[in-house]
């Protein structure tokens, strides 16, 4: 498996504002996952982020509002931007070994954030 | 299409008690599903996964999970819980096909193992 680091862990930020969330693995992967896990909820896949391009946006999530680099195979960032407090969330990401036949995905320990 | 469903949103346990977490899926082909445990204030951690070959999978902390195919189900299981196992239990799946390694998730039980 990766080991895979999450900055900042925590942040409680103002209505209005961004807030940049970094992820860090310690190998190169082939895919790269943001998630958002609202209070009491589940996991909800925001988008993959694609490494060079433009990343892969589900249902619902917007590069406006959520925009996301990954310019290299170890590294991603995920804003989230103009927060309400609706965006009170956990934000995770994941991401899948470069190892032959992994197909597991292994997630950051999570950036938890509160907007007020 | 894939879904997944976890019917219990809590199971309790009596400490050295066998547990099970029940989990259902559908996918319109073949599955890969996958166990993952989130402790308080922590991600997400991966405790075992079937892809193919023999239904009964065994993973970390003495878990296991059988992979039933007509009933379309993949309970998770331990022959003796500890209170150490108490936290958020998630069943995931994806379906083989799915190129992207999309992953959808389900609600989520909570066990708790009470001494």
């Known amino acids: 498996s990766a080991v895979i680091s999450q900055k900042p862990s925590r942040d409680i930020c103002q209505r209005g504002t961004s807030l940049t969330i970094q992820c860090q693995v310690d190998?190169?992967?082939?895919?790269m996952f943001w998630y958002r896990q609202q209070p009491g909820q589940s996991l909800t896949l925001i988008a993959t982020a694609n490494q060079g391009s433009e990343a892969t946006y589900e249902s619902g999530f917007v590069i406006d509002k959520f925009p996301i680099s990954r310019p290299n195979l170890t590294f991603s960032t995920l804003t989230v931007s103009n927060m309400s407090p609706e965006d009170s969330s956990i934000y995770l990401c994941?991401?899948?070994?470069?190892?032959?036949?992994?197909?597991?995905?292994?997630f950051g320990p999570g950036t938890r954030l509160t907007v007020l | 299409a894939q879904s997944v469903a976890q019917p219990e949103d809590q199971v309790n346990v009596a400490e050295g008690n066998p547990l099970t977490v029940k989990c259902t899926y559908s996918?319109?082909?073949?599955?890969?599903l996958f166990w993952y445990v989130q402790y308080p204030n922590r991600g997400l951690q991966f405790l075992l996964k079937y892809i193919t070959g023999d239904n009964l999978v065994k993973g970390s902390y003495g878990f296991e999970a059988e992979f039933n195919k007509s009933q379309t189900s993949f309970h998770l299981k331990k022959p003796s819980a500890l209170v150490s196992d108490s936290a958020l239990y998630f069943c995931a799946v994806r379906d083989k096909s799915n190129a992207g390694n999309m992953l959808t998730f389900g609600g989520g039980t909570r066990l708790m193992v009470k001494p």
């Open positions: 994941s991401v899948v070994p470069r190892e032959v036949g992994t197909d597991t995905q292994y």
């Open positions: 996918v319109s082909g073949n599955p890969y």
């Open positions: 190998s190169q992967v082939t895919m």
